[in-house]
């Protein structure tokens, strides 16, 4: 670290150090664990979670969709329960540090619930279909009326540009566990340090380095090495990270699922200076990208690329 660097660190907020050290912060204690726990049994009732999630196999392959199966405005179940939600939102530590970040009037770009779905779940032909991919969302199999939840089977280490081609890494995803998360419930895995490269694309170039550490090059000829940080915790469990942080999952092996809630929120257009900046100046990379994957086929789909986050054997 430069000694500029170290000057802006110093003078940062604990959120902003932390992401520009590490590329994430978890918030000590979280949110509310009761509040948490209401809002997933409200979830639960809204259907029966398990193998009735799924389409049969001649429905999709009578009309194959892998775009636009995520949740969206007027399906996202979030938006039908919003007012369980102030328990994050309107927390006092969670404001005050995406205000530290992102300045006064930050604005969400993006609210859903994750499913992280377990592999007894799901149909042989799902499985098949899944097998060996590194992006496994699972909405082209579940029935319509269920995507306004994302459901995943464990995802490869990505940034969260992936899904912003073009878009400056001028936003930070927030990440809620409703439950208690250990490494039988697909945890997220975290490669700390991994921002500094700013934006890459994926797949990325990750190559086992020993231990917990990986080499990480950003395909420019720069590379340095990256820190794997398993994030298990209890209900309410919250932690905040940087765009270009590369983190991912895998798929869950416990016998219920895992439901987070995932924000994606951004500087507001009238903010001044704020944490974020401080952060995007130490990167070494460019901040976006047009094209940020080179995984899928010309109709949506995932091809074979393998995962490396499966190769992981966790150790609480």
């Known amino acids: 670290m430069t000694a500029q660097s170290s000057s802006r660190v ?12 590490r590329g994430l912060h978890v918030f000590s204690p979280g ?26 196999e001649a429905d999709f392959l009578a009309d194959p969709q892998f775009r636009g199966v995520n949740p ?16 994050v939102e309107r927390d006092p530590a969670i404001v005050a540090g995406l205000s530290e970040l992102l300045g006064a009037g930050y604005q969400t770009l993006d609210r859903k619930l994750v499913c992280g779905v377990p592999r007894d779940w799901m149909p042989d032909w799902v499985r098949a279909r899944t097998e060996g991919k590194a992006v496994n969302n699972l909405g082209p199999y579940i029935r ?3 995507r306004d939840i994302t459901y995943f089977a464990g995802i490869d280490f990505h940034q969260d540009l992936i899904d912003h081609p073009a878009r400056t890494a001028d936003f930070v995803t927030l990440y ?3 439950h208690p998360v250990t490494a039988v419930d ?49 209900t309410g469990y919250a ?11 895998q798929q869950d092996t416990a016998e219920h699922p895992r439901l987070s809630l995932r924000y994606l929120l951004a500087k507001a257009s009238e903010a001044g200076e704020a944490g974020i900046d401080a952060v995007n100046r130490a990167l070494g990379g460019p901040l976006s990208l047009a094209a940020t994957r080179r995984d899928l086929a010309e109709d949506g789909s995932a091809r074979d690329t393998g995962n490396i986050v499966s190769t992981i054997r966790p150790v609480e």
């Open 72 to 87: 969206r405005p007027g399906r996202n179940l979030v938006d039908r329960i919003e007012a369980s939600l102030d328990f």
């Open 176 to 178: 809620i566990y409703l």
């Open 31 to 56: 949110v509310d664990p009761v509040a948490a726990t209401a809002l997933l049994n409200a979830v639960h009732a809204t259907r029966a979670f398990g193998p009735d999630l799924f389409i049969d």
């Open 239 to 249: 932690a905040v990270w940087h765009a270009c942080t590369l983190h991912g999952t």
């Open 10 to 21: 110093d003078d940062a907020g604990a959120v902003t150090r932390d992401l520009m050290e």
């Open 186 to 234: 697909a945890p997220l895995f975290v490669l700390e340090g991994s921002q500094t490269l700013a934006s890459t694309l994926f797949p990325h170039d990750l190559t086992p380095a020993g231990g917990d550490a990986w080499t990480y090059g950003d395909g420019r000829g720069g590379s340095t090495t990256v820190t794997q940080r398993m994030l298990t915790g209890d």
């Open 144 to 146: 319509p009326d269920y």
